[in-house]
């Protein structure tokens, strides 16, 4: 064993011989894909001292030989199983003509904080630390990284604020510090991230305001900033980010009304509002975000009526407007969603009947209505949503069988029944008459009317509701 490590640390040793000043060799014995310099084995070694900096962090040279063997490092990354961590073991690498180009760290049980040598690796275009133990503040050097096209800090337990040096790189794509303890800020230099495509500083504790002149950061795709405690408005020049995909802005202390210039953002596909302090209304310009595939505004202070064309928005998948003051009644061009999954409204002060429209949706999984001023009838395909609330409103019986009512106030009810279509509590040849004229006339019917005369359930009104009548009636003579 002594023979083999000695035989290691030769062949895997420094070999200055066969490269140019300020590189340093090392030869892979048995796996060359361990190490990816474009089959050259010259090291920079300005580099090199980086990520023996890292390996300072997650190793104890017990012996003080100077090489770590696995015992000694909390890593485990010996690529070629010879017994010792190399700097050019360490993490993911991918190295060109001697120069580190990509440093993939993620999921690496990495611990310590980010050596301030980072700044470095002037020729690194991707660094990926996310899912790690760091600690510390990002280092300022950081800015020096002006070939970084993708960083990525994030699920981790870094603190301290955001260094403005960050904005230094200006041809960074990717920025993601998801799900630290960073404080402080939003720089307010961010629009220099002139190529800037997502970023996401979501579950930190950044304070302050979005900065308006981020708009300038002209083709943004994805701004993650929720979780967090950002202040102020919703600059309406963010609805200059036409490439817009994703706004995310939840769980903030956000004012103000959501701005009605947002139909500008005709890319955006999901739209994450929701658990600020917003009022105003639903601005009706909304419903022309033809791509929209998911609108959360919920727990806000947001007034007035669901906009009567939120049926226009046929991409929608999830609308989440529970826990606003809004009024009126909900829309029956809600049936046009076919996409729709989740319908939340809880805890509104909504009223009317619940459109029977929602029935021909075929996708809803989740209609949550409870706690508002609803009545009517409760309709039976309820009984069918894996999730479903309906409870603390003004709903009538009957009620469907095999489902989950809850409380109602009743006390202003009449009785319901169907086939019933004059609603004058007799089964009768008038109820026949009546139903003939409104089907022949195709007019608009109320919300009992379209209830009581649809006695097949099929959501529209027929001959074979008639035939139905006719039998429910001979059935009650």
Known sequence: MIAI??????????????CPEGYQEYLAIDNNECFNNSNN???FISDLNVLNDLLDNNCLD????????????????????????????????????????????????????????IGNLDQLMALNMNSNYIEGAIPSSIGNLNQLRWLDLGNNMLSSQIPFQIT??????????????????????????ENLRYLNLMYNNITGEIPANISNIEYLYYLLLGSNQLSGSIPNQITNLFFLKELGLWGNNLTGEIPSD??????????YLGDNELTGTVPEEITNLYSLKVLGLENNNIEGNIPINIGDMTTLEIIWLYGNLLTGEIPSSIGN???????????NQLAGWIPLSIESLSNLELL?????LLSGIVPQYISYLSSYSVYDNYFCPPYPSSTVIGYQDTSNCIEYVQGNVNNDSVLDIFDIIMGVGLILSEANLTNYQSWSLDLDGDGG?????????????????
């Open 5 to 18: 490590r000695i035989i290691s640390i030769i062949i895997l040793g420094i070999l200055s011989g066969d």
């Open 41 to 43: 084995n010259c090291y």
């Open 62 to 117: 017990f012996d003080q030989n100077g090489i770590y063997n696995t015992i000694e490092c909390e890593v485990d990354r010996d690529c070629n199983e010879d017994g010792f961590i190399w700097p050019i073991e360490i993490c993911s690498q991918v190295w060109q003509d001697g120069r580190l180009l990509e440093l993939d760290c993620s999921e690496s049980e990495l611990i310590g904080d980010i050596p301030y040598s």
């Open 168 to 193: 230094n790189l200006i041809n960074l794509e990717h920025l993601h510090l998801r799900n630290n303890n960073l404080s402080g800020s939003i720089p307010l230099e961010i629009d220099n991230l």
């Open 262 to 271: 947002i139909s500008n953002l005709i890319n955006l596909e999901y739209l």
């Open 337 to 347: 969603l076919n996409n729709l999954i989740e319908l939340n409204l809880y805890e």
């Open 368 to 372: 949550w209505v409870g706690r508002n």
């Open 461 to 477: 009104h027929d001959i074979s509701d008639i035939l139905y009548l006719v039998q429910l009636i001979m059935y009650y003579q």
